[in-house]
Every structure is written in C-alpha cells, then in structure tokens.
C-alpha cells in the first residue's frame, strides 16, 4: 500500500503498526479514513501517539470505521454511553481483559474491532499483547486445517478466568445483561469479510468446548490452538503512553492486558465497532 495522507510504520514481522501524521480527534477526509482502514487490514492492529480526545471526540473517531457495538456487562460513561471506561485502581488486584481473547466472541455478532485510549498509565507495566490469527492458521498443518473445517466453538462469557476479570468494573458501572444472550456458537476457522483470509477464531477465555464434543474430548485440541495462537513470533506488545490510541481487528487478532501493576491506576476508554456473524 502506498500511503499518501498518513505514515505508517510496522512494529513487529507480523502484527501492529504505528500511525503517524494525522489528529484523530479532528474531522478526517474520506482518503485519511481508507487509508487507516488500509493499515488495520493490513497490520491488525493499529496505534496512534500523543493524541487528545474527550470520549465524544473518541466516538466520533470510531463511527468512521463502522457503527458502534454493544458491551453487556459494563455500563458506558454516563456522559459518552457509547464508551465504557476501563479502570484498574491502586487498590485492585484483577484487571479487565487479563487474560487472551477477542472482544466479546460469545456475542452472535461479535465486534468487528475496538478502539482503546490511554487515559492514565502506569508508571511501569500495564503492556497489552496482540497476536496475529490468520498467522495462526496459517501455521497448522494441512491436515488440521481440514479437520477444523465445519467445526464450531461454544463461546461463552461465563467461562470462570474472563467473568472474574470484569467484577470490578460491573460493581462500579453495572448494567442489567440479563436478556441479552452470552453464548454463541462460531467457526473454529473464520473467514475475515474484507481480506477473505481464514483465521483461527476460538480464544482461551471465552470458548467452552467443540460443538457436538464434550469439555473433557475438546480440551485436548483447543489447549493445542491457544499454545499456536499465543505463540511470541505471533505477536506484538504495546508499552501505552498517555494519549495512546490502538484500534484493533476482533475478526483476526487476540489480544491480552497485562496485571503486572499493582498498586498503580490504569485507565483507558473503549468504544467496539459493529460486527457480523462470523462464517
Ligand atoms: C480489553 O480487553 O478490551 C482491554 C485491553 C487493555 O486494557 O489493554
């Protein structure tokens, strides 16, 4: 892609790069926003520095990209419902999105991406990981990959390592979920409707076994995909600076934020995007 509005630098061989030369919190022209779409498809996740938004300005950004997506659990700020902030104080010791998975994959339309700012980092750790998932996919053998063909995932947002990351933030901004369905079922193997690569879509946090198979016969083989898809050269990690933006690809990356901070605040805003049901 060659690049005329906005700089864009890859962090690592196969995901993430740095946007440079464009202020997201002002108006974008049409060529700006194709040529950010551009980079996402391309590096899965992007990362924008130093920038200043109010959470409408951050809603604003992000309905360029598509419509904004519904998070069941935690309620948005009261001012910005569309943004849920995303705290760990001084004094907590779990944090929100510990651990590696896509944005709520126990939705039937999970988001298609999310948008996170760093409004408060620590002053040391606090990193987020993303991994690249056609990557993934791309590194089982043909055999495998055949077998995975047709085979589909119970996702479920009750799996006991993912709730217990939320607790803190549901007692703070709670929000009544309970008419709204957190299982879903989806392709082990996803086909992304953009680039029309397949990439591997079960995630440690949320997926609770194979569909037609028990926990017990699923856990030998998906223990297998989450040692594949968390493998390092996967990867990149983001060390955040206030003012930090990533916008991440739900549809093809897995990300996780690391609890190695205790005793320091963190706070970030997320809006997540619209998705589809994933074929
Ligand atoms: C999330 O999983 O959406 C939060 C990621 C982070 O706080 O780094």
Request: charged share 20%; glycine share 6%.
């Amino acid at each position: 892609m060659n690049y005329k509005h906005i700089t864009v630098e890859a962090v690592t061989p196969a995901i993430g790069a740095d946007i440079f030369g464009v202020d997201i919190s002002q108006p974008l022209s049409a060529e700006v926003v194709a040529e950010i779409r551009a980079a996402y498809l391309e590096h899965l996740v992007v990362f924008f520095h130093d920038q200043t938004l109010t959470p409408a300005q951050l809603v604003t950004f992000s309905k360029r990209f598509g419509g904004i997506g519904y998070y069941p659990f935690v309620a948005g700020m009261p001012e910005q419902p569309e943004v849920v902030a995303v705290v760990k104080k001084e004094d907590e010791k779990i944090n929100f999105g510990g651990l590696w998975h896509t944005d709520t994959s126990y939705l039937e339309r999970p988001p298609m991406g999310s948008v996170l700012y760093a409004v408060e980092v620590p002053k040391i750790g606090g990193d987020t990981l993303w991994n690249n998932m056609y990557m993934a996919y791309e590194a089982l053998s043909p055999t495998l990959q055949k077998m995975l063909e047709g085979l589909r995932g119970i996702n479920s947002a009750e799996k006991p390592d993912a709730a217990v990351t939320r607790t803190h933030r549901m007692a703070e901004a709670p929000k009544d979920a309970a008419a709204i369905v957190t299982t879903a079922s989806h392709p082990i193997v996803r086909t992304h409707p953009e680039t029309g690569r397949k990439a591997l879509y079960c995630a440690a946090a949320h997926t609770m076994h194979i569909e037609g198979m028990t926990v017990e016969e699923s856990r030998p083989l998906l223990q297998y995909l989450y040692s594949v898809q968390q493998r390092e050269e996967f990867g990149c990690r983001l060390h955040w600076k206030r003012g930090m933006v990533a916008f991440w690809d739900n549809r093809c990356a897995q990300h996780n934020a690391l609890n190695d901070y205790h005793g320091y605040r963190r706070e970030m805003h997320r809006v997540t995007l619209e998705g589809e049901v994933p074929v």
